[in-house]
């Protein structure tokens, strides 16, 4: 797993990098850094799903609609006679890509981050009580409201109410399940907030279970993050 | 006199974990309801419906912190393009919180109203970064519409804004009359508690 300190510290390069950053070597050099780092610890390749996952949505979008569709760019070139492509559209789009890829990148480091260990380095970081605990329950809160769903829409489903076909249905299903999750995380408030107290938060400090610190392989990537975003703000 | 204090002491301690339990679970509410827009399909996402809840139930300083941590923490588990809409998170917060101390939320007219200034709100303050920061794309929707006024020759400024108002508007608008239900439902209306 990734260190939170290594996870933080490379979010600060990456954004140096989209904000300074003119050449395209630099951020893809980066992603290339991380996501390899990241696939060689978990010895997998989930975090370049999730990286694919990220620029998806993104980066054939931003091509099609600047390279082929904005009016605003010349036409340089027709494809097959009927597709206008645009090389500036396409140059347009490429400084886009080149400023988010690291902010991507910085995406698939925090995925690879235990939550446990973030928790952990916040205590260690003296960051206030109210926001690791507004994080942490809202993390686990998440998990607990998705699931809340799933089983509600089957128990719609079960009893015969209408969820689908057609939009007007689906629209008159929402409150049917929207309601009973929420209401069932509003009645948590009270327990959640009393079995806390009594369990003593709030009146002694808070002590980090283990104590995070950057690993000898993370200071060699950082460094070589640090490299990278150097060759950029000096070449 | 001494247990009295102690009692006291504990009751604020009670007090101020029950908000910070109630922020945490509004903030999960803006992240995980947009999993029902997944299964049913449904055109619009509905990660503002737990900052309007916030703004009925919570102090308005809560309901910014909750807007703004909400942004942070889907960019965590969501898709880290979240963590640039802080601001509109917390223009959202801001303009629900006026509309709920006006009782905005209190018929369903008055509830789609205050969805579609919402989304004005959000469109107004979301156009720049979607605009100077990824070029023009956003959610699907907004990037088709987008994408379309740019076909038809509206430069990239004008396309954002006119798509994002657009999209932002609708999608608000349904945020608002969910909400309005959900708080009818819940009886936690301010108006109706007075």
């Known amino acids: 797993m990734i260190t939170p300190p290594f996870a933080s510290v490379m979010t600060l390069i990456a954004l140096g990098l989209s904000i300074f950053g003119k050449t395209i070597i630099s951020p893809i050099l980066f992603c290339i850094i991380i996501i390899f780092y990241c696939s060689i610890l978990s010895k997998n390749t989930y975090s370049a799903k999730v990286f694919f996952i990220y620029i998806l949505p993104f980066v054939p979008p ?15 070139y027709v494809l097959w006679n009927f597709i206008p492509v645009r090389y500036e559209g396409l140059n347009f789009s490429r400084k886009m890509i080149c400023r988010v890829l690291p902010i991507f990148c910085c995406g698939v480091l925090w995925v690879n981050v235990d939550r446990g260990q973030v928790v952990d380095w916040l205590i260690c970081k003296h960051f206030p009580a109210t926001v690791i605990i507004l994080f942490s329950q809202a993390a686990s809160m ?41 209401s069932c995380r509003l009645r948590e408030v009270e327990y959640r907030s009393i079995v806390l107290v009594n369990r003593g938060f709030g009146t002694t400090k808070m002590i980090a279970i283990r104590y995070v610190k950057l690993k000898t392989t993370e200071i060699m990537v950082f460094i070589t993050g640090i490299m990278i975003l150097l060759g950029e703000l000096i070449f | 006199m001494n247990d009295d204090n102690k009692f006291n002491k504990r009751k604020i301690l009670v007090e101020r974990t029950r908000l910070m339990i109630l922020s945490g679970i509004c903030l999960a509410l803006n992240i995980g309801l947009g999993k029902i827009s997944n299964i049913l399909s449904l055109p619009f996402t509905m990660d503002t419906i737990g900052t309007i809840i916030a703004s009925s139930l919570l102090p308005w300083y809560w309901v910014l912190s909750v807007g703004a941590a ?33 009782d905005m939320f209190t018929t369903p007219y008055k509830a789609l109203f205050s969805g579609l200034c919402i989304g004005i709100v959000s469109a107004i303050v979301s156009s720049p970064v979607i605009a100077i920061v990824f070029g023009g794309i956003s959610v699907p929707s907004i990037s088709a519409v987008n994408a379309l006024l740019l076909a038809s020759g509206k430069s990239l400024w004008e396309s954002v804004i006119g798509g994002s108002l657009v999209v932002e508007s609708i999608d608000k608008m349904a945020a608002g009359y969910v909400s309005f239900i959900i708080l009818q439902r819940l009886t936690i209306i301010k108006s109706s508690s007075n």
């Open chain 1, 62 to 76: 931003i091509l099609f609609m600047h390279g082929i569709l904005n009016t605003n760019f010349p036409v340089d």
């Open chain 1, 142 to 182: 998440v998990v607990l409201i998705k699931k809340t769903i799933d089983n509600t829409y089957l128990a719609l489903q079960a009893r015969g109410i209408a969820v689908g076909p057609g939009l007007l249905k689906r629209i008159r299903a929402l409150p049917k399940i929207v309601i009973p999750v929420i």
């Open chain 2, 70 to 102: 909400s942004s942070v923490l889907a960019s965590f588990i969501i898709h880290p393009i979240f963590l640039f809409f802080i601001g509109t998170q917390i223009a959202i917060g801001i303009s629900s919180v006026i509309f709920v101390r006006y």
